[in-house]
């Protein structure tokens, strides 16, 4: 019994009921080293191996009769001579025996074991190497067997173990936890997850200058499916066309698939691990997606697909079962364990509008006006809460840290502050109110700027501060790059409205004379913002007319070392317009009169410094609206065809809006991707705006805030506005996202 203790200590999963046969053979072996008689299981067990070995060696072997005593009276039958007798079998016409009475039957029970013992040790043999590793460890990520079976349904044979790949230290990698479906697993610390309907998405770095376009895992669990627990990524596939193996990771059985696609100049190498062990259908589908070379103009190298790979057999090594919790559908989404998202407390009303209870990694925060008042939303946590105003707000700006939120109160025409957790912050009192949107947090630092109607411009801290920066009737105004200075645009004191002179300051947020850098006479400069390095400021220039001013005022930027203001083009004075890359590139709206979808409007990337516009090239009968830069160089612009004739009532814009279509563009390489999933049964998508990864984009529809994954386009509504997103009848949106929004990203 000393052989079945060993197995019994050093590998207790053989009996615990993983392999049932196994399990019988090896507790038979056990009764049979201990009696005097061999087990009726084992004598099935080895009478199945005698027929198996007969059946390919073409000798003839009955199967084992059942135990027979002869009734009284009853003749015994003649024994035949092929059948190979059981020791101590009671068999027609035979009385029961001694077992092992003769030296023939000694010596045929001598050939059963040694049958035995090779069953035994080759399945045994397979199993123990599992668990130790025999000299030459299998590769888990080895070909698949090429004998074709349905999907879904693991091939027979020996299972491989999952372990990490040499090189590849998994400890220091953060944990993804899902409670409700028992399971966990570890993911580099440099990738990032987003959570999608039903699964979670973690993309991953890989090498740069190939022709890899991304890499990533997503992760899926939910209840067993009617047909069985298989990956998504069968869909689509004839039964029996995917191969698929059986691989053990922490005790758990996986089947594995690798799977090949393509589509529209894109390849797609999946491989997919699922199983149900845990009560749930647990799904990992690691996909590596390359454009094919033929694509460039210039075709990178191929990406190494081995390398890439290798993080996915580490990741699949870290599974770990927990104890499964019930599965509901209330239950929370899956969250990280390190770090754990801080958790803000909410003493306010939770909103029923917001996505409570369901994270959202990598979209920071929001706050959106709703009828209520104003929607304060972690994504990080998916906690909400609701600031309560008696009348409509609008505005909000997050500081920079994201600990501060002011806003307009649209009822008072005051300035209201809270903290970002809902709790109101006094406001110091700040003269020459009532006060306008013209307010704005520093980017560097908790300083918030502020221009009252009746002339001024403030600095004013959450701790109560107030400081006067300059005089004068200040109408716009904007922090430079690094918050160390503002520019602001005044109207100069003069005898007529109509013939005064315009001009453009600079003053240090420390204090000091501010220097004035333009002067314009008799017309009205509409400021538009800093350079990125902040050399340089832009402003649009034309008639003191807010009437003219709807069809097209002219972009001018203007250098601080030397030189004249350098004319860009003429366009509609909205911020929404333009736009900086982070290499420097300025993007535009090019094109005049108040409705959008006149002037040929167009996308023109511009040198701020030089004055030097390269328009975009358009299909023929389209507007381009709204552009935005990613952080990676990528251009989202809305498109929009240009009506047959003009929209005058509700029917006819909502049409025109239908036609809004969200665009992404490499403006190096000309190329696009139209995300058509964006406006699916929508009225139109407005006003795009980037993720700070550059993975996701949010933007308004439907009355709406909505966020879409680019990789994988499928877009989630965010929450619901107060406010109409129509159009009114220049064509223009009803909703100006700045007055309904503000996203610290």
């Given at each position: ?5 060993r197995i019994t ?15 019988r053979?090896v ?6 080293l201990?009696?005097s ?5 084992l004598?099935?067990?080895?009478s199945?191996l ?8 073409s ?7 059942p ?13 035949p ?6 020791p101590?079998?009671r068999?027609?016409g035979?009385r029961?025996?001694t077992?092992?009475r003769?030296t ?11 049958l035995f013992?090779?069953l035994?040790v ?10 130790t590793?025999?000299l030459?460890q299998?590769?888990?990520?080895t070909?698949l ?10 091939s ?6 999952v ?8 400890s ?18 440099d990738?990032k997850?987003?959570?999608?309907d039903g699964?979670?998405?973690i993309?991953?770095p890989?090498a ?36 698929t ?6 005790g758990?059985?996986?089947?594995r ?8 100049g ?10 149900d ?8 589908d690691?996909v590596?997606?390359?454009a ?19 993080v996915?057999?580490?990741i ?10 019930s ?13 754990t ?10 909103s029923?509008?917001?996505r409570?209870?369901?994270p959202?990694p ?23 809460v ?12 997050w500081?920079p840290d994201?600990?501060?939120l002011?806003y ?14 809902g ?13 306008t949107?013209n ?8 300083i918030?700027?502020?221009a ?18 300059a ?20 109207t100069?004191?003069?005898?007529s409205?109509?013939s005064?002179?315009a001009?453009?300051?600079t003053v ?8 004035q850098r ?7 400069i509409?400021?538009?913002g800093w ?59 090019e094109?005049?009169g ?27 009968g ?9 952080p990676d160089?990528?251009l989202?612009?809305i ?5 047959g004739?003009?929209?005058n009532?509700g029917?006819?814009?909502r049409?025109w809006l ?25 009225a139109g ?6 993720s700070?990864?550059?993975?996701r ?15 994988n ?6 929450v619901?506005?107060?406010?109409d ?6 064509g ?10 503000s996203?610290?990203?």
């Open positions: 019994m000393a052989r079945r203790r200590e050093h590998y207790p999963d053989l009996l615990d009921g993983h392999d049932a046969e196994l399990a053979l507790a038979g072996l056990d009764a049979l201990a009696s008689e061999p087990p009726a299981e004598r099935t067990a080895i199945g005698a027929r198996t070995q007969a059946r390919r060696s000798i003839a072997v009955a199967p084992a009769e135990v027979w005593e002869p009734q009284a009276g009853e003749p015994e039958a003649p024994r001579t092929n059948v190979i007798a059981w101590g079998e068999r027609r035979r029961p025996r077992w092992l003769s023939s039957e000694l010596l045929a029970a001598g050939m059963v074991l040694v013992t090779w035994l080759t399945v045994l043999g397979s199993r123990i190497d599992e668990r590793g025999p030459a299998p590769d888990p990520t070909a067997t090429p004998a074709p079976t349905p999907p879904g349904t693991p027979t044979g020996p299972m491989s173990i372990t990490p790949p040499p090189g590849i230290d998994t220091a990698w953060q944990t993804y936890r899902d409670e409700r479906a028992g399971f966990e697993l570890k993911y580099p610390p990738a997850l987003t959570a999608q699964s979670t998405r993309d991953l890989f740069p200058g190939t022709n890899l376009v991304e890499k990533y895992v997503t992760v899926t669990a939910e209840p067993p499916p009617a047909g069985g627990c298989t990956s998504p990524q069968l869909a689509g596939y004839q039964p029996g066309t995917i191969p193996e059986r691989v053990l990771v922490d758990v059985e996986f089947t698939a690798i799977i090949d696609g393509a589509a529209a894109n390849r797609y190498e999946a491989t997919s691990y699922w199983t062990a845990t009560g749930t259908c647990v799904v990992l690691f590596l997606h390359s094919v070379p033929q694509n460039y103009t210039t075709p990178p190298p191929e990406f190494d697909a081995a390398r890439e790979s290798e996915f057999t580490a699949v090594s870290t599974f770990r079962r927990l104890e499964p919790q599965n509901t559908p209330d239950q929370d989404m899956p969250q990280l364990v390190t770090p998202p801080t958790e803000i407390p909410t003493p306010g009303t939770a029923p509008s917001a409570q209870g369901k959202f990598g979209m920071g925060k929001m706050a959106v006006v709703t009828a209520e008042g104003l929607d304060l939303i972690d994504f990080e946590s998916g906690r909400a609701t600031v309560p105003s008696e009348s409509a707000v609008a505005f909000p700006a500081s994201g600990q501060w002011a307009l109160d649209l009822g008072s025409r005051s300035i209201g502050l809270v903290g970002s957790d709790t109101p912050v006094p406001m110091p009192e700040v003269p020459n109110g009532p006060f949107e307010f704005a947090w520093s980017p560097a630092e908790d918030l700027a502020i009252p109607s009746n002339g001024g411009l403030y600095l004013v801290t959450p701790s109560g501060d107030v400081r006067l920066l005089d004068g009737l200040v109408t716009q105004f904007a922090w430079s790059p690094d918050g160390q200075t503002l520019a602001y645009a005044t100069l004191p003069s005898g409205t109509e005064a002179s001009a453009i300051f240090p947020v420390s204090g000091g004379e501010p220097q333009y002067l314009a006479e008799g017309v009205e509409v400021l538009a350079w990125p390095d902040g050399q340089g400021i832009l402003f649009w220039l034309g008639v003191r007319s807010a009437s003219i001013a709807m069809d097209g005022m002219t972009l001018f930027s203007l250098p601080l070392d030397a030189g004249d203001p350098v004319k860009l083009g003429v366009m509609l004075p909205e911020r929404a317009f333009l736009d900086w890359s982070t290499d420097g590139r300025l993007v535009m709206v094109g005049e108040r409705e959008l979808w006149s002037g040929d409007k167009a996308i023109a990337i511009c040198d701020a410094r030089t004055g030097t516009c390269q328009r975009l090239p358009k299909p023929d389209t507007v381009s609206l709204y552009p935005a830069w990613s160089g990528r989202a612009f498109r929009a065809e240009a009506p004739q003009y929209p009532d029917e006819a814009l049409a239908s036609t809004w279509t969200l665009v992404i563009a490499n403006p190096d390489s000309l190329s696009e991707q139209v995300l058509d999933a964006a406006q699916t049964g929508g998508v407005q006003a795009p705006a980037w700070r990864d550059g993975n984009l949010v933007f308004l529809r439907d009355h709406a805030v909505w966020a879409i994954d680019v990789r386009p499928q877009p989630v509504m965010l619901e506005l107060a406010g997103t129509a159009l009114d009848g220049h223009r949106p009803m909703v100006d996202p700045r007055q309904v929004l996203w610290h990203r």
